[in-house]
């Protein structure tokens, strides 16, 4: 205390008047004790008020408490008591007191809290701890969700979903049933799926797929035993293809493990998406384009897009900076998914519908899946990130290519109004753009590793079905690029010659030789993959390359009949047969490929 009664703390701190306003006091450094504020304005320089306590009120700390009592006991009923204090940690706090049921806590929050499903899947795990799956991370969960002071003033009529609509409540209520098949059929399947189809779309991580399989359990973990069962499906069609059956009881194989799964898709989709959403849609389209109808497998991979969409997998700012196995699935999902689209767009002749500027994610890590630490919280990376030869090394540099066919779509494929407005105008603008996509491709042939280039007498058979559709995509890519200026009669090239443009002649002579040159490069590749492993013709993306090919060979050989040379017709005619005899082999594993025969 001082000796005019008052303490340290209300001498140096501001006087009533510049407290009121906020403003910075000199009265305690002045003698007097007198501010000069207090002075110019002719008022009365006092220190009489006292500081309010800030201290929070009883009855408010008493609310908080009871609310986080009543979120803890809904969590419970969904998450094992000791799983729980397991991540919240052992935290005790003595001064909470009991449940009162007369107290008052934030109605809306318990609401939304008694409507939150948490993923059995990714509860309890080898590790014992949790894993959440609703977006790529916590910023992408902020767009879905928002913050907790703007979710808490949202009118919950417009922002929830009604209780019957629910989805876990509809799941609840139909009482949907899964059936694997035995163990042994399915370790089968499994392996054969992962053996074919995850090797050229690296959709799931074998090692976490397995470990969840054992510790699933079909009565709650109802989304991944529909991923589960579509893995299934897909591994019995590919089983029966090798075989050399068409019909099961009747059926199609697989049919009968995704009939399960059918029903499960006419559920409404939550408002944030979980990996397991997108991966069912996805896998039910790869599923689908094994039938007659090709259009059918469309749609549920549109609704796989719009999923990966909304969970924000198309944004870097999604993503952690520390690499971590669920991250790197989400980008997996989403680049399968642009694969996917811009193959779609090439075998049907229309628009793409995931552009390029619509994401800036990066490329998945081309490291081993063995990398990844499974048993650990979060799936760690082990180690660096350093570039090995894996199955995610291979999907990058297809993805390249497939992005370069992406821009092919959207300048020499685009309509006239498209090329206007980006600039693609002028007289020698098929030129640029074309010299534009052939030094991208050289560049990308160039820079592709020495464990992915073509060597047709490899003894690795991994390696020789990368390369195969590796190289094969590449050689159809540039017939993609030169085919719109391609000329293939006498009378079109009389025509060029008295044109104009000087260049004319040129550029459809360059164009046709090189697409001839590309078509015979990839009839090569087709041929020795059809002497040493048929089997590498087990995805879709191999629909592409003969067909293109065979066209391109058939209106070359027809429009030059009369020039050609038999040496180079008979060769011309051995690789249309090469590519007839692909497109047979393919049809036996997917419907819709018959339909270019």
Same mark, same amino acid.
């Given at each position: 205390m001082t000796s005019q009664g008052? =303490?340290?703390?209300? /001498?140096?701190?501001?006087?009533? @008047?510049?407290?009121?306003?906020?403003?910075?006091?000199?009265?305690? &450094?002045?003698?007097?004790?007198?501010?000069?504020?207090?002075?110019? =304005? %002719?008022?009365?320089? %006092? #220190?009489?008020?006292?500081?309010? =306590?800030?201290?929070?009120?009883?009855?408010?700390?008493?609310?908080? &408490?009871?609310?986080? &009592?009543?979120? &803890?006991?809904?969590? $419970?009923?969904?998450?094992?008591?000791?799983?729980?204090?397991?991540? +919240?940690? %052992?935290?005790?706090?003595?001064?909470?007191?009991? +449940?009162?049921? =007369?107290?008052?806590?934030?109605?809306? $929050?318990? /609401?939304?809290?008694?409507?939150?499903?948490?993923?059995?899947?990714?509860?309890?795990?080898? %590790?014992?701890?949790s894993e959440r799956m609703a977006s790529p991370s916590d910023a992408a969960a902020l767009r879905c969700f928002g913050t907790l002071n703007s979710a808490s003033r949202r009118r919950f009529a417009f922002w929830t979903v009604p209780q019957h609509e629910f989805r876990g409540e509809m799941l609840e209520d139909r009482f949907f049933t899964f059936s694997l098949p035995p163990p042994e059929r399915l370790a089968l399947l499994v392996r054969? #799926?992962?053996?074919?189809? @995850?090797?050229?779309?690296? +959709?799931?991580?074998?090692?976490?797929?397995?470990?969840?399989?054992?510790?699933?359990?079909?009565?709650? *973990?109802?989304?991944?035993?529909?991923?589960?069962?579509?893995?299934?499906? +897909?591994?019995?069609?590919?089983?029966?293809? *090798?075989?050399?059956?068409?019909?099961?009881?009747?059926?199609?194989?697989?049919?009968?493990?995704?009939?399960? /799964?059918?029903?499960f898709l006419r559920v409404p989709t939550p408002a944030c998406s979980q990996i397991l959403d997108v991966q069912m849609w996805y896998l039910s389209s790869l599923y689908l384009a094994h039938r007659p109808g090709i259009n059918t497998c469309l749609t549920p991979f549109s609704v796989a897009i719009q999923l990966a969409y909304q969970a924000g997998a198309h944004r870097r700012a999604s993503y952690r900076r520390q690499p971590n196995l669920m991250d790197e699935l989400w980008k997996r999902m989403f680049w399968c998914c642009v694969v996917s689209d811009r193959l779609a767009a090439s075998l049907l002749g229309r628009p793409h519908w995931i552009k390029d500027e619509s994401f800036d994610l990066d490329l998945p890590l081309e490291v081993d899946d063995s990398r990844w630490d499974i048993s650990a919280p979060g799936y760690p990376l082990l180690g660096p990130p350093v570039r090995e030869s894996c199955a995610a090394s291979f999907f990058n540099w297809q993805l390249r290519l497939y992005l370069i066919l992406g821009v092919s779509f959207r300048t020499i494929y685009a309509i006239n109004r498209s090329r206007l407005l980006m600039g693609y105008v002028g007289v020698e603008w098929d030129q640029r753009v074309t010299a534009l996509l052939d030094g991208m491709l050289r560049q990308w042939l160039d820079t592709v590793p020495d464990d992915l280039g073509w060597n047709p007498d490899t003894a690795d058979l991994t390696y020789f079905i990368k390369a195969s559709q590796l190289h094969a995509n590449m050689c159809t890519q540039r017939i993609v690029t030169h085919n719109p200026f391609m000329r293939t009669t006498a009378r079109e090239f009389v025509r060029a010659s008295q044109s104009e443009s000087p260049t004319a002649w040129l550029d459809l002579s360059t164009s046709l030789v090189i697409c001839t040159e590309a078509a015979l490069a990839c009839s090569d590749i087709l041929e020795t993959v059809l002497e040493r492993y048929p089997r590498c013709f087990a995805f879709p993306g191999w629909w592409e390359q003969p067909f293109i090919t065979g066209l391109v060979l058939l209106v070359n050989l027809f429009g030059w009949q009369t020039t050609l040379a038999d040496a180079e017709a008979e060769r011309l005619l051995r690789a249309v047969r090469v590519c007839l005899d692909t497109l047979s082999v393919i049809s036996s594993r997917f419907k819709a490929a018959a339909r270019e025969l």
């Amino acid at each position: 205390m001082t000796s005019q009664g008052r =303490s340290v703390r209300d /001498v140096i701190r501001s006087c009533d @008047n510049c407290r009121h306003v906020k403003r910075a006091c000199d009265g305690p &450094e002045r003698p007097d004790r007198v501010c000069t504020r207090c002075i110019r =304005s %002719s008022k009365e320089c %006092s #220190y009489e008020r006292t500081c309010r =306590s800030r201290v929070a009120p009883k009855g408010y700390i008493q609310a908080l &408490e009871t609310r986080i &009592e009543k979120v &803890e006991k809904i969590l $419970l009923r969904h998450v094992p008591e000791a799983l729980l204090m397991q991540e +919240l940690g %052992s935290l005790t706090m003595p001064h909470v007191r009991a +449940l009162s049921p =007369s107290a008052t806590f934030h109605q809306p $929050l318990i /609401v939304g809290a008694e409507q939150l499903k948490v993923a059995p899947l990714f509860q309890q795990g080898p %590790s014992g701890l949790s894993e959440r799956m609703a977006s790529p991370s916590d910023a992408a969960a902020l767009r879905c969700f928002g913050t907790l002071n703007s979710a808490s003033r949202r009118r919950f009529a417009f922002w929830t979903v009604p209780q019957h609509e629910f989805r876990g409540e509809m799941l609840e209520d139909r009482f949907f049933t899964f059936s694997l098949p035995p163990p042994e059929r399915l370790a089968l399947l499994v392996r054969v #799926y992962f053996e074919t189809t @995850n090797v050229f779309r690296p +959709l799931l991580h074998r090692g976490l797929f397995e470990q969840q399989l054992v510790c699933a359990d079909p009565a709650r *973990d109802k989304h991944f035993m529909a991923v589960a069962l579509l893995v299934c499906a +897909l591994g019995e069609a590919q089983i029966a293809a *090798d075989e050399g059956r068409q019909v099961d009881d009747g059926e199609t194989p697989g049919w009968h493990y995704f009939a399960q /799964v059918e029903p499960f898709l006419r559920v409404p989709t939550p408002a944030c998406s979980q990996i397991l959403d997108v991966q069912m849609w996805y896998l039910s389209s790869l599923y689908l384009a094994h039938r007659p109808g090709i259009n059918t497998c469309l749609t549920p991979f549109s609704v796989a897009i719009q999923l990966a969409y909304q969970a924000g997998a198309h944004r870097r700012a999604s993503y952690r900076r520390q690499p971590n196995l669920m991250d790197e699935l989400w980008k997996r999902m989403f680049w399968c998914c642009v694969v996917s689209d811009r193959l779609a767009a090439s075998l049907l002749g229309r628009p793409h519908w995931i552009k390029d500027e619509s994401f800036d994610l990066d490329l998945p890590l081309e490291v081993d899946d063995s990398r990844w630490d499974i048993s650990a919280p979060g799936y760690p990376l082990l180690g660096p990130p350093v570039r090995e030869s894996c199955a995610a090394s291979f999907f990058n540099w297809q993805l390249r290519l497939y992005l370069i066919l992406g821009v092919s779509f959207r300048t020499i494929y685009a309509i006239n109004r498209s090329r206007l407005l980006m600039g693609y105008v002028g007289v020698e603008w098929d030129q640029r753009v074309t010299a534009l996509l052939d030094g991208m491709l050289r560049q990308w042939l160039d820079t592709v590793p020495d464990d992915l280039g073509w060597n047709p007498d490899t003894a690795d058979l991994t390696y020789f079905i990368k390369a195969s559709q590796l190289h094969a995509n590449m050689c159809t890519q540039r017939i993609v690029t030169h085919n719109p200026f391609m000329r293939t009669t006498a009378r079109e090239f009389v025509r060029a010659s008295q044109s104009e443009s000087p260049t004319a002649w040129l550029d459809l002579s360059t164009s046709l030789v090189i697409c001839t040159e590309a078509a015979l490069a990839c009839s090569d590749i087709l041929e020795t993959v059809l002497e040493r492993y048929p089997r590498c013709f087990a995805f879709p993306g191999w629909w592409e390359q003969p067909f293109i090919t065979g066209l391109v060979l058939l209106v070359n050989l027809f429009g030059w009949q009369t020039t050609l040379a038999d040496a180079e017709a008979e060769r011309l005619l051995r690789a249309v047969r090469v590519c007839l005899d692909t497109l047979s082999v393919i049809s036996s594993r997917f419907k819709a490929a018959a339909r270019e025969l």
